[in-house]
């Protein structure tokens, strides 16, 4: 997991303690996403926001790490630093720390689920 930009071995061993190595409980990424409330929850019509963005508070811990990974990748020259930087001069720096915490998740998601798999980054102009 340390492959990835702004996961070190402790960020790594925290969420390997918190989610485990075990995918066969999450189907897809999606469904990691949702069960650490990293999934948007919002929907409106005609202007109006109805509900609020999540339901329940998930995973402090991992949420803290996720964050303080996203924040860390934000500053590198990586695509998820450019992601970063995109979202929050569009939305601000709080969504785009979820956002990229997100991304983040669902790296991390693939990573477990195939033990061949590598992270390879894209590079900060895709």
């Known amino acids: 997991l340390d492959e990835i930009p702004g996961i070190g071995p402790v960020a790594a061993a925290v969420i390997l303690a918190e989610i485990g190595v075990d995918m066969s409980r999450f189907p897809t990424a999606g469904h990691l996403c949702s069960w650490a409330k990293f999934s948007p929850g919002i929907s409106s019509?005609?202007?109006k926001t109805?509900?609020?963005g999540s339901t329940g508070?998930?995973?402090r811990y991992l949420a803290?790490?996720?964050g303080?990974?996203?924040v860390g990748v934000g500053r590198t020259d990586t695509f998820l630093g450019e992601r970063h930087r995109r979202i929050a001069r569009r939305r601000g720096k709080k969504r785009a720390i979820v956002a990229v915490g997100r991304s983040i998740l669902?790296?991390?998601w693939h990573l477990l689920q195939d033990p061949d798999a590598?992270?390879?980054d894209l590079g900060a102009d895709h």
Do not use: D, P, Y
Request: without cysteine.
């Open 118 to 120: 590598r992270f390879r």
């Open 64 to 66: 803290r790490v996720l």
């Open 68 to 70: 303080e990974a996203a």
């Open 50 to 52: 109805k509900g609020n």
């Open 106 to 108: 669902i790296i991390i």
């Open 45 to 47: 019509s005609a202007g």
């Open 57 to 59: 508070h998930g995973n």
